[in-house]
Protein backbone atom coordinates (compact mmCIF):
# COMPACT_ATOMS: atom_id res chain seq x y z
CA UNK A 1 0.00 0.00 0.00
CA UNK A 2 1.11 3.19 -1.12
CA UNK A 3 1.59 5.92 1.62
CA UNK A 4 0.47 9.33 0.78
CA UNK A 5 2.83 11.99 1.91
CA UNK A 6 0.78 15.29 3.45
CA UNK A 7 0.87 18.22 1.61
CA UNK A 8 3.51 20.92 2.95
CA UNK A 9 1.29 23.13 4.67
CA UNK A 10 -0.37 20.17 5.91
CA UNK A 11 2.99 19.34 7.64
CA UNK A 12 3.51 22.97 8.88
CA UNK A 13 -0.25 22.69 10.37
CA UNK A 14 0.54 20.07 12.61
CA UNK A 15 4.25 20.89 13.30
CA UNK A 16 2.29 24.44 14.69
CA UNK A 17 -0.41 22.42 16.22
CA UNK A 18 2.56 20.55 18.28
CA UNK A 19 3.78 23.63 19.58
CA UNK A 20 0.76 24.48 20.55
CA UNK A 21 0.01 21.71 22.49
CA UNK A 22 3.72 22.00 24.24
CA UNK A 23 2.99 25.26 25.84
CA UNK A 24 -0.05 23.25 27.63
CA UNK A 25 2.64 21.06 29.23
CA UNK A 26 6.24 23.02 29.01
CA UNK A 27 6.44 25.20 32.04
CA UNK A 28 6.83 29.14 31.15
CA UNK A 29 9.71 30.58 32.06
CA UNK A 30 12.37 33.08 31.15
CA UNK A 31 16.34 34.61 31.67
CA UNK A 32 16.99 38.21 32.38
CA UNK A 33 18.23 39.50 29.19
CA UNK A 34 20.88 42.38 28.90
CA UNK A 35 22.41 44.26 25.67
CA UNK A 36 25.38 42.26 24.82
CA UNK A 37 28.62 43.40 22.64
CA UNK A 38 27.19 42.24 19.42
CA UNK A 39 24.36 44.71 19.85
CA UNK A 40 22.07 41.22 20.62
CA UNK A 41 20.18 41.07 23.75
CA UNK A 42 21.92 38.11 25.61
CA UNK A 43 20.70 36.04 28.49
CA UNK A 44 21.93 36.57 32.22
CA UNK A 45 23.28 32.88 33.03
CA UNK A 46 21.60 31.56 36.37
CA UNK A 47 18.61 34.13 36.36
CA UNK A 48 15.98 31.94 35.08
CA UNK A 49 13.01 32.05 36.65
CA UNK A 50 9.81 30.42 36.63
CA UNK A 51 6.64 33.18 34.90
CA UNK A 52 2.84 32.83 34.49
CA UNK A 53 2.29 30.17 32.06
CA UNK A 54 0.75 31.70 28.39
CA UNK A 55 -0.94 28.19 26.94
CA UNK A 56 -1.64 29.23 23.26
CA UNK A 57 -5.30 28.78 23.07
CA UNK A 58 -7.50 28.25 19.92
CA UNK A 59 -7.66 31.52 19.02
CA UNK A 60 -3.57 31.87 18.94
CA UNK A 61 -3.23 29.23 17.01
CA UNK A 62 -5.28 30.11 14.16
CA UNK A 63 -3.98 33.36 14.17
CA UNK A 64 -0.32 32.34 14.46
CA UNK A 65 0.09 31.73 10.29
CA UNK A 66 -1.17 35.62 9.78
CA UNK A 67 1.21 36.54 12.60
CA UNK A 68 3.88 34.53 10.77
CA UNK A 69 3.57 36.10 7.51
CA UNK A 70 3.57 39.97 9.68
CA UNK A 71 6.85 39.03 11.25
CA UNK A 72 8.43 37.39 7.84
CA UNK A 73 7.01 40.37 5.40
CA UNK A 74 9.96 41.35 4.86
CA UNK A 75 11.14 38.23 3.16
CA UNK A 76 7.95 37.71 1.38
CA UNK A 77 8.03 40.64 -0.12
CA UNK A 78 11.48 40.37 -1.48
CA UNK A 79 10.68 36.62 -2.76
CA UNK A 80 7.45 38.54 -4.39
CA UNK A 81 9.60 40.73 -6.08
CA UNK A 82 12.31 38.31 -6.73
CA UNK A 83 9.53 36.29 -8.46
CA UNK A 84 8.20 39.26 -10.74
CA UNK A 85 11.86 39.96 -11.88
CA UNK A 86 12.57 36.61 -13.19
CA UNK A 87 8.89 36.80 -14.67
CA UNK A 88 10.21 39.68 -16.62
CA UNK A 89 13.65 37.90 -17.11
CA UNK A 90 11.42 34.64 -18.45
CA UNK A 91 8.99 36.43 -20.40
CA UNK A 92 12.47 38.19 -23.01
CA UNK A 93 13.07 33.83 -24.13
CA UNK A 94 16.63 35.31 -22.13
CA UNK A 95 16.78 32.48 -20.03
CA UNK A 96 15.92 29.73 -22.88
CA UNK A 97 18.34 31.22 -25.25
CA UNK A 98 20.91 31.21 -22.22
CA UNK A 99 20.50 27.86 -21.56
CA UNK A 100 20.66 26.66 -25.18
CA UNK A 101 23.99 28.20 -24.92
CA UNK A 102 24.95 27.03 -22.24
CA UNK A 103 23.99 23.51 -23.53
CA UNK A 104 26.49 23.82 -26.04
CA UNK A 105 28.96 25.42 -23.92
CA UNK A 106 29.06 22.16 -21.45
CA UNK A 107 27.87 19.97 -23.67
CA UNK A 108 29.66 16.59 -22.10
CA UNK A 109 31.23 18.52 -19.36
CA UNK A 110 28.26 19.56 -17.25
CA UNK A 111 28.82 17.63 -14.72
CA UNK A 112 31.72 19.71 -13.52
CA UNK A 113 29.09 23.29 -12.87
CA UNK A 114 28.42 21.24 -9.36
CA UNK A 115 31.81 21.38 -8.13
CA UNK A 116 32.65 25.02 -9.10
CA UNK A 117 29.27 26.43 -8.01
CA UNK A 118 29.12 24.80 -5.18
CA UNK A 119 32.41 26.11 -3.79
CA UNK A 120 31.25 29.48 -4.72
CA UNK A 121 28.34 29.10 -2.66
CA UNK A 122 29.85 27.15 0.06
CA UNK A 123 32.24 30.01 0.37
CA UNK A 124 29.46 32.69 0.47
CA UNK A 125 28.13 30.57 3.50
CA UNK A 126 31.50 30.21 5.16
CA UNK A 127 32.11 33.90 5.56
CA UNK A 128 28.82 35.77 5.72
CA UNK A 129 26.36 32.89 6.27
CA UNK A 130 24.69 33.29 2.39
CA UNK A 131 21.08 32.40 3.20
CA UNK A 132 18.42 34.69 1.60
CA UNK A 133 20.85 35.60 -1.04
CA UNK A 134 20.65 32.22 -2.87
CA UNK A 135 17.01 33.27 -3.33
CA UNK A 136 17.39 34.25 -6.84
CA UNK A 137 19.45 31.59 -8.23
CA UNK A 138 17.05 28.69 -7.85
CA UNK A 139 15.29 29.96 -10.90
CA UNK A 140 18.64 30.16 -12.60
CA UNK A 141 20.28 26.63 -11.82
CA UNK A 142 16.61 24.71 -11.80
CA UNK A 143 16.05 25.44 -15.12
CA UNK A 144 19.30 24.69 -16.17
CA UNK A 145 20.35 21.71 -14.84
CA UNK A 146 17.19 19.94 -15.71
CA UNK A 147 18.05 21.48 -19.32
CA UNK A 148 21.08 19.86 -18.76
CA UNK A 149 19.30 16.45 -18.56
CA UNK A 150 19.39 16.25 -14.64
CA UNK A 151 16.47 17.16 -12.60
CA UNK A 152 15.35 20.16 -10.82
CA UNK A 153 16.52 18.52 -7.51
CA UNK A 154 19.78 18.98 -8.71
CA UNK A 155 19.69 22.43 -9.45
CA UNK A 156 17.98 23.30 -5.99
CA UNK A 157 20.65 20.93 -4.06
CA UNK A 158 23.99 23.17 -5.59
CA UNK A 159 22.45 26.02 -4.42
CA UNK A 160 21.64 24.84 -1.17
CA UNK A 161 23.11 21.98 -0.19
CA UNK A 162 26.22 24.57 -1.16
CA UNK A 163 25.54 27.20 1.04
CA UNK A 164 24.25 25.28 3.78
CA UNK A 165 27.13 22.90 4.05
CA UNK A 166 29.23 26.22 4.22
CA UNK A 167 27.45 27.93 6.50
CA UNK A 168 27.44 24.87 8.53
CA UNK A 169 31.05 25.01 8.54
CA UNK A 170 31.38 28.54 8.98
CA UNK A 171 35.12 30.13 9.69
CA UNK A 172 35.06 33.71 9.45
CA UNK A 173 30.68 34.14 9.39
CA UNK A 174 30.13 37.31 11.53
CA UNK A 175 26.43 36.61 12.25
CA UNK A 176 27.28 32.92 13.65
CA UNK A 177 30.74 32.45 14.73
CA UNK A 178 31.66 36.17 15.03
CA UNK A 179 28.97 36.59 17.39
CA UNK A 180 28.96 33.73 19.24
CA UNK A 181 32.80 34.31 19.61
CA UNK A 182 31.88 37.60 21.09
CA UNK A 183 29.64 36.40 23.46
CA UNK A 184 31.77 34.02 24.95
CA UNK A 185 34.72 36.27 24.96
CA UNK A 186 37.01 35.09 21.88
CA UNK A 187 39.13 36.80 19.35
CA UNK A 188 37.08 37.28 16.20
CA UNK A 189 38.40 34.89 13.60
CA UNK A 190 40.07 32.10 16.19
CA UNK A 191 40.10 28.63 15.69
CA UNK A 192 40.10 29.71 11.65
CA UNK A 193 42.22 26.53 10.50
CA UNK A 194 40.87 24.41 12.44
CA UNK A 195 37.22 25.48 10.73
CA UNK A 196 38.88 25.67 7.58
CA UNK A 197 39.88 21.99 7.53
CA UNK A 198 36.64 20.67 8.58
CA UNK A 199 35.01 23.22 5.87
CA UNK A 200 36.94 21.37 3.30
CA UNK A 201 35.71 17.99 4.62
CA UNK A 202 32.27 18.70 5.14
CA UNK A 203 32.09 20.91 1.23
CA UNK A 204 33.65 17.44 0.07
CA UNK A 205 31.32 15.53 0.98
CA UNK A 206 28.41 17.52 0.09
CA UNK A 207 29.80 17.86 -3.37
CA UNK A 208 30.32 14.13 -3.67
CA UNK A 209 26.74 13.51 -2.43
CA UNK A 210 24.95 15.51 -4.83
CA UNK A 211 27.51 14.87 -7.99
CA UNK A 212 26.06 11.12 -6.92
CA UNK A 213 22.40 11.98 -7.27
CA UNK A 214 22.75 13.76 -10.74
CA UNK A 215 24.57 11.01 -12.18
CA UNK A 216 22.21 8.51 -11.03
CA UNK A 217 19.17 10.39 -12.27
CA UNK A 218 20.75 11.76 -15.35
CA UNK A 219 21.35 7.93 -15.78
CA UNK A 220 17.68 6.85 -14.58
CA UNK A 221 15.51 9.72 -14.61
CA UNK A 222 12.39 7.76 -12.93
CA UNK A 223 15.22 7.24 -9.82
CA UNK A 224 14.36 11.01 -9.37
CA UNK A 225 12.96 12.63 -6.21
CA UNK A 226 11.54 15.02 -8.25
CA UNK A 227 10.21 12.83 -10.91
CA UNK A 228 6.78 13.72 -11.14
CA UNK A 229 6.93 17.47 -9.75
CA UNK A 230 9.84 18.08 -12.80
CA UNK A 231 6.67 17.57 -15.59
CA UNK A 232 5.35 20.98 -14.14
CA UNK A 233 8.47 22.60 -13.94
CA UNK A 234 9.25 21.68 -17.92
CA UNK A 235 6.17 23.76 -18.69
CA UNK A 236 6.58 26.15 -16.07
CA UNK A 237 10.54 26.95 -17.02
CA UNK A 238 9.67 26.64 -21.03
CA UNK A 239 12.42 23.76 -21.63
CA UNK A 240 10.74 21.43 -23.69
CA UNK A 241 11.83 23.26 -26.74
CA UNK A 242 15.08 25.16 -24.95
CA UNK A 243 17.60 22.93 -27.37
CA UNK A 244 16.01 25.50 -30.20
CA UNK A 245 16.27 28.64 -28.89
CA UNK A 246 18.40 30.80 -31.00
CA UNK A 247 20.67 33.14 -29.07
CA UNK A 248 19.91 36.96 -29.66
CA UNK A 249 21.77 40.15 -28.95
CA UNK A 250 18.97 41.42 -27.32
CA UNK A 251 19.65 37.95 -25.16
CA UNK A 252 22.71 38.97 -24.55
CA UNK A 253 22.06 42.40 -23.38
CA UNK A 254 19.23 41.19 -21.04
CA UNK A 255 21.64 38.81 -19.10
CA UNK A 256 23.98 41.27 -18.88
CA UNK A 257 21.68 43.49 -16.96
CA UNK A 258 21.41 40.12 -14.55
CA UNK A 259 24.60 39.86 -14.39
CA UNK A 260 25.88 43.30 -13.09
CA UNK A 261 22.34 42.98 -10.68
CA UNK A 262 24.61 40.26 -9.48
CA UNK A 263 27.43 41.64 -9.23
CA UNK A 264 25.92 44.58 -7.45
CA UNK A 265 24.22 42.41 -4.88
CA UNK A 266 27.14 41.19 -4.07
CA UNK A 267 29.29 43.38 -3.54
CA UNK A 268 26.61 45.47 -1.67
CA UNK A 269 26.27 42.46 0.91
CA UNK A 270 30.17 42.16 1.12
CA UNK A 271 30.82 45.72 1.72
CA UNK A 272 28.01 47.78 2.12
CA UNK A 273 26.10 45.69 4.65
CA UNK A 274 22.96 45.56 2.12
CA UNK A 275 19.87 43.03 3.65
CA UNK A 276 16.51 42.79 2.28
CA UNK A 277 15.32 46.32 1.01
CA UNK A 278 18.52 47.11 -0.79
CA UNK A 279 18.21 43.91 -2.35
CA UNK A 280 14.54 44.01 -3.33
CA UNK A 281 15.99 47.64 -5.53
CA UNK A 282 18.23 45.40 -7.08
CA UNK A 283 16.02 42.50 -8.58
CA UNK A 284 13.51 45.51 -9.01
CA UNK A 285 15.87 47.26 -11.23
CA UNK A 286 16.92 44.10 -12.86
CA UNK A 287 13.09 43.18 -13.84
CA UNK A 288 12.40 47.15 -15.51
CA UNK A 289 16.03 47.49 -16.81
CA UNK A 290 16.01 43.61 -18.39
CA UNK A 291 12.30 44.41 -19.95
CA UNK A 292 13.35 47.63 -21.89
CA UNK A 293 16.68 45.30 -22.86
CA UNK A 294 14.48 42.58 -24.18
CA UNK A 295 11.99 45.14 -25.86
CA UNK A 296 8.95 44.44 -23.98
CA UNK A 297 6.48 47.16 -24.05
CA UNK A 298 5.35 48.83 -20.72
CA UNK A 299 2.48 46.41 -20.56
CA UNK A 300 4.06 43.61 -21.04
CA UNK A 301 6.83 44.25 -18.80
CA UNK A 302 4.30 44.56 -16.18
CA UNK A 303 1.93 41.94 -16.75
CA UNK A 304 5.11 39.81 -16.79
CA UNK A 305 6.30 40.52 -13.43
CA UNK A 306 2.77 39.89 -12.23
CA UNK A 307 3.24 36.37 -13.74
CA UNK A 308 6.40 35.97 -11.99
CA UNK A 309 5.10 37.45 -8.41
CA UNK A 310 2.26 34.56 -8.49
CA UNK A 311 4.60 31.95 -9.54
CA UNK A 312 5.96 32.47 -6.24
CA UNK A 313 2.92 33.01 -3.93
CA UNK A 314 2.86 29.25 -2.80
CA UNK A 315 6.89 30.13 -1.47
CA UNK A 316 5.93 33.07 0.27
CA UNK A 317 3.26 31.54 2.44
CA UNK A 318 5.18 28.69 3.25
CA UNK A 319 7.55 31.30 4.94
CA UNK A 320 4.89 32.91 6.73
CA UNK A 321 3.37 29.30 7.63
CA UNK A 322 6.66 28.38 8.78
CA UNK A 323 7.40 31.01 10.89
CA UNK A 324 4.29 31.24 13.09
CA UNK A 325 6.07 27.62 14.87
CA UNK A 326 8.42 29.98 16.19
CA UNK A 327 5.76 32.57 17.20
CA UNK A 328 3.62 30.03 19.13
CA UNK A 329 6.50 29.09 21.30
CA UNK A 330 7.91 31.96 21.50
CA UNK A 331 4.36 33.61 23.13
CA UNK A 332 4.09 30.57 24.85
CA UNK A 333 7.34 31.61 26.56
CA UNK A 334 8.80 28.11 26.72
CA UNK A 335 12.09 28.51 24.55
CA UNK A 336 13.77 29.42 27.60
CA UNK A 337 12.65 26.72 29.54
CA UNK A 338 13.60 24.27 27.09
CA UNK A 339 17.14 26.08 27.01
CA UNK A 340 17.65 26.05 31.34
CA UNK A 341 16.60 22.13 31.02
CA UNK A 342 19.44 21.74 28.58
CA UNK A 343 22.08 23.47 30.98
CA UNK A 344 20.56 21.39 33.80
CA UNK A 345 21.80 17.97 32.01
CA UNK A 346 24.99 19.11 30.73
CA UNK A 347 26.55 20.18 33.97
CA UNK A 348 28.94 17.69 35.83
CA UNK A 349 29.28 15.08 32.11
CA UNK A 350 32.10 13.25 31.08
CA UNK A 351 34.14 15.82 28.51
CA UNK A 352 33.21 13.47 25.29
CA UNK A 353 29.76 13.26 26.29
CA UNK A 354 28.96 16.59 27.35
CA UNK A 355 30.52 17.99 23.53
CA UNK A 356 28.58 15.41 21.85
CA UNK A 357 25.17 15.76 23.88
CA UNK A 358 25.82 19.80 23.25
CA UNK A 359 25.46 19.40 19.67
CA UNK A 360 22.03 17.12 20.12
CA UNK A 361 20.92 20.00 21.88
CA UNK A 362 21.81 22.82 20.09
CA UNK A 363 20.42 20.92 16.65
CA UNK A 364 17.17 20.98 19.11
CA UNK A 365 17.06 24.45 20.04
CA UNK A 366 17.74 25.76 16.38
CA UNK A 367 14.65 24.15 15.44
CA UNK A 368 12.76 26.70 17.41
CA UNK A 369 15.29 29.36 16.92
CA UNK A 370 16.51 29.23 12.97
CA UNK A 371 17.88 32.72 13.14
CA UNK A 372 21.65 31.80 14.07
CA UNK A 373 22.56 35.58 15.03
CA UNK A 374 19.56 35.22 17.57
CA UNK A 375 20.44 31.05 18.64
CA UNK A 376 24.02 32.50 19.40
CA UNK A 377 22.80 35.25 21.45
CA UNK A 378 19.99 32.76 23.65
CA UNK A 379 22.76 29.75 24.28
CA UNK A 380 26.06 31.69 24.24
CA UNK A 381 25.84 32.99 27.34
CA UNK A 382 24.76 29.87 29.45
CA UNK A 383 26.38 27.40 27.23
CA UNK A 384 29.79 28.79 27.60
CA UNK A 385 30.35 29.28 31.04
CA UNK A 386 29.09 25.95 31.53
CA UNK A 387 31.85 24.38 29.11
CA UNK A 388 34.54 26.00 31.57
CA UNK A 389 33.23 23.92 34.37
CA UNK A 390 33.86 20.78 32.61
CA UNK A 391 37.00 22.10 31.31
CA UNK A 392 36.05 22.40 27.75
CA UNK A 393 37.23 25.38 25.77
CA UNK A 394 35.11 27.66 24.80
CA UNK A 395 35.71 27.12 20.78
CA UNK A 396 34.65 23.71 21.48
CA UNK A 397 31.43 25.46 22.66
CA UNK A 398 30.98 27.57 19.93
CA UNK A 399 31.65 24.81 17.59
CA UNK A 400 29.18 22.65 19.12
CA UNK A 401 26.79 25.64 18.45
CA UNK A 402 27.66 26.40 14.96
CA UNK A 403 27.34 22.63 14.00
CA UNK A 404 24.16 22.54 15.70
CA UNK A 405 22.41 25.12 14.35
CA UNK A 406 24.21 24.29 10.98
CA UNK A 407 22.82 20.95 10.60
CA UNK A 408 19.55 21.42 11.83
CA UNK A 409 19.17 24.50 8.89
CA UNK A 410 19.32 21.90 6.06
CA UNK A 411 15.76 19.98 7.64
CA UNK A 412 13.61 22.36 9.77
CA UNK A 413 10.50 23.32 8.38
CA UNK A 414 10.75 26.31 10.56
CA UNK A 415 13.98 27.76 8.10
CA UNK A 416 11.90 29.85 5.92
CA UNK A 417 14.59 29.57 3.07
CA UNK A 418 14.36 26.23 2.99
CA UNK A 419 11.07 26.06 2.38
CA UNK A 420 10.56 29.07 0.21
CA UNK A 421 13.28 27.19 -2.27
CA UNK A 422 11.20 24.09 -2.13
CA UNK A 423 8.44 25.79 -3.12
CA UNK A 424 10.04 27.39 -6.11
CA UNK A 425 10.98 23.93 -7.05
CA UNK A 426 7.84 22.54 -6.53
CA UNK A 427 8.95 19.64 -4.09
CA UNK A 428 7.29 18.53 -0.90
CA UNK A 429 9.34 18.86 2.24
CA UNK A 430 9.05 15.31 2.87
CA UNK A 431 10.69 14.33 -0.13
CA UNK A 432 13.36 16.62 0.24
CA UNK A 433 13.69 15.18 3.62
CA UNK A 434 14.12 11.51 2.52
CA UNK A 435 16.79 13.22 -0.33
CA UNK A 436 19.23 15.03 2.28
CA UNK A 437 18.57 12.72 5.41
CA UNK A 438 21.55 10.32 4.44
CA UNK A 439 23.93 13.50 3.88
CA UNK A 440 22.75 14.98 6.75
CA UNK A 441 23.20 12.01 9.11
CA UNK A 442 27.10 11.75 7.62
CA UNK A 443 27.49 15.36 8.16
CA UNK A 444 26.25 15.23 11.84
CA UNK A 445 28.91 11.95 12.29
CA UNK A 446 31.46 14.02 10.93
CA UNK A 447 30.72 17.24 13.16
CA UNK A 448 30.35 14.78 15.85
CA UNK A 449 33.70 13.59 15.68
CA UNK A 450 35.44 16.95 14.84
CA UNK A 451 33.82 18.01 18.37
CA UNK A 452 35.23 15.04 19.63
CA UNK A 453 38.94 15.13 18.08
CA UNK A 454 38.73 19.23 19.02
CA UNK A 455 38.92 17.97 22.63
CA UNK A 456 42.73 17.54 22.54
CA UNK A 457 43.15 20.24 20.14
CA UNK A 458 44.07 23.75 21.28
CA UNK A 459 42.81 25.78 18.11
Same mark, same amino acid.
Given at each position: ?310 ? $??? !? +???? *?????? #?? @????? /? %????? $??? !? +???? *?????? #?? @????? /? %? ?11 ? *? ?6 ? @? ?77
Amino acid at each position: MKIKIPHTYTIIFFIVLFMAVLTWVVPSGQFERVEGEAGKMVVVPGSYQHVESNPQDVMDFFTAPVRGIIDAAEIIGFVLIVGGAFGVIARTGAIEAGIAQAIRIFGGKEIVIIPIAMILFGLGGTTFGMCEETLPFYMVFIPLMMALGYDSLTGLAIVYIGAATGTLASTVNPFSVGIAQGIAELAPGSGFAFRAVIWVIQMSISIAFVMWYARRVKKNPEKSFSYESDIQNREYFKLNNVELAVFRKRDGAVLTVFGIGMAAMIYGVLVQGWYMQEIAMIFTAIGVIGGIAGRLNESEIAEAFVEGAKG $LTY !A +AVVI *GLARSI #VI @IAQDG /V %IIDTM $LNS !A +ANIL *GGLPKA #VF @INLML /V %IQNIISFFVPSSS *GHAALTMP @IMAPLGDLVDVSRQQIVSAYQFGTGITSFITPTNGVLMACLAMAKIQWSKFLRFVGPLVIVLWLVSAAALTIGLNINY
